[in-house]
């Protein structure tokens, strides 16, 4: 029988550690749980939060809805050939899962160690890091209806995704509930140390002939020198998108700023760094108030201790107009607002 649990802090189910409240609280362990939710009307017609791990959000106030907290677990894998089949439960924590490949040897995300959050959350978000995004390993994910209780297979190609974007933060926003996911990885690895500081810090080691475990260990130390810890230092990783700007509208802004941060965006754009423009502005290191960002990466935003989700919001709002001014580029926020 489901426990629905009523006025349940949130501090410890977000990273950001904000002492928010839900009005009702549940946690699913098995997909059986989700159709015997649902057949209580009144779950249908409530507004409803479906946490992983809370690593991707900011809680600007109390949610008055049902929260649901995805725990379904479980990692199966089939080898055919070169081809590894690994499907997760939504529940997995995403490193965990990165681990257990990793150490199998099997090739495809290990550029993605160490983000944080679940395995359900990751096509949502389309999450991403040194020059590899989910889409590039993603082969399905198993996904409940809400609104009929049964339970669709979703290709690479229905869930749309785009930069940090995928149908599910858009028109399916709120319909479905991701159950699993299945990934098609390789025992051959193209290994990617193309991006960010991964090249030199395998040189740094004297690896010149890097393996997966390599890729992954790097990416990991790169992460902890640059992110703060979430279990000391409420965070969400990465606050704001890296910028996408035409070729033309990039051309324009090198010639103010012929320092400008840039990687190739696909598609006739440029993608910018984030973080660089928001240092630039001088922001990083900052404090005011309960938040600011990391002295590390001023792309994160953190809670120093106390910070309210308002606050928050309003110090990335801050931020937005005074990279604005300065290089007329609007950051969009890539953590999900729940207000």
Same mark, same amino acid.
């Given at each position: 029988m489901l426990q629905i649990q009523e006025k349940v802090s949130l501090k410890n189910f977000n990273t950001f550690g904000i002492d928010a409240y839900a009005r009702y609280f549940v946690e699913i362990a098995h &997909?059986?749980?989700?159709?015997?939710?649902?057949? *209580?009307?009144?779950?249908?017609?409530?507004?409803? #939060?479906?946490?992983? !791990?809370? =690593?991707?959000?900011?809680?600007?106030?109390?949610?008055? /809805?049902?929260? @649901? +907290?995805?725990?379904?677990? /479980?990692? &199966?894998?089939? @080898?055919?050939?070169? *081809?590894?089949?690994?499907?997760? !439960?939504?529940?997995?924590?995403?490193?965990?899962?990165? $681990?257990?490949?990793?150490?199998? &040897?099997?090739? %495809?995300?290990?550029?993605?160690?160490? @983000?944080? %959050?679940?395995? %359900?959350?990751?096509?949502?978000?389309?999450?991403?890091?040194?020059?590899? &995004?989910?889409?590039?390993?993603?082969?399905?994910?198993?996904?409940?209806? @809400?609104?009929?209780?049964?339970? $669709?297979?979703?290709?690479?190609? *229905?869930?749309?995704? /785009?930069? +940090?974007?995928?149908?599910?933060?858009?028109? #399916?926003? %709120? #319909?479905?509930?991701?159950? =699993?996911?299945?990934?098609?990885?390789?025992?051959?690895?193209?290994?990617?140390?193309?991006y960010g500081a991964i090249g030199q810090e395998l040189a740094n080691r004297g690896i010149t002939m890097p393996t997966i475990k390599d890729v992954s260990d790097v990416v990991s130390h790169i992460r902890v020198s640059k992110l703060p810890d979430p279990s000391t230092i409420g965070n969400a990783g990465s606050f704001f998108k890296n910028p996408l700007i035409s070729v033309e509208e990039f051309g324009v802004l090198q010639a103010k700023f012929p320092d400008v941060v840039n990687y190739p965006g696909g598609d006739g754009l440029v993608k910018l760094a984030a973080g660089w423009l928001i240092e630039q502005c001088g922001w990083k290191g900052k404090v005011v108030g309960n938040t600011g960002t990391w002295k590390n990466q001023a792309l994160v935003l953190v809670n120093n201790g106390g910070a309210t989700g308002a606050e928050v919001y309003s110090f990335s709002s801050q931020i937005i107009d005074s990279v604005y001014t300065k290089f007329g580029v609007m950051l969009q926020r890539e953590v999900n607002i729940i207000s």
């Open positions: &997909e059986s749980e989700l159709v015997e939710l649902f057949a *209580d009307p009144q779950w249908q017609q409530i507004e409803r #939060l479906v946490l992983g !791990g809370g =690593s991707n959000l900011l809680l600007v106030s109390n949610f008055e /809805g049902l929260v @649901i +907290r995805m725990n379904i677990r /479980g990692i &199966e894998h089939r @080898i055919s050939h070169n *081809d590894v089949f690994v499907e997760a !439960g939504g529940g997995e924590v995403w490193n965990d899962l990165v $681990k257990f490949c990793v150490a199998r &040897e099997y090739a %495809g995300i290990e550029n993605l160690s160490l @983000i944080p %959050g679940s395995v %359900g959350a990751s096509p949502i978000q389309n999450i991403g890091a040194y020059g590899v &995004e989910l889409k590039d390993a993603f082969l399905s994910c198993r996904a409940f209806e @809400i609104a009929t209780s049964t339970f $669709k297979t979703f290709t690479k190609a *229905d869930c749309k995704f /785009g930069y +940090r974007e995928s149908v599910f933060k858009n028109e #399916l926003r %709120g #319909l479905y509930i991701i159950v =699993s996911v299945k990934f098609q990885l390789s025992l051959t690895p193209d290994i990617n140390t193309q």
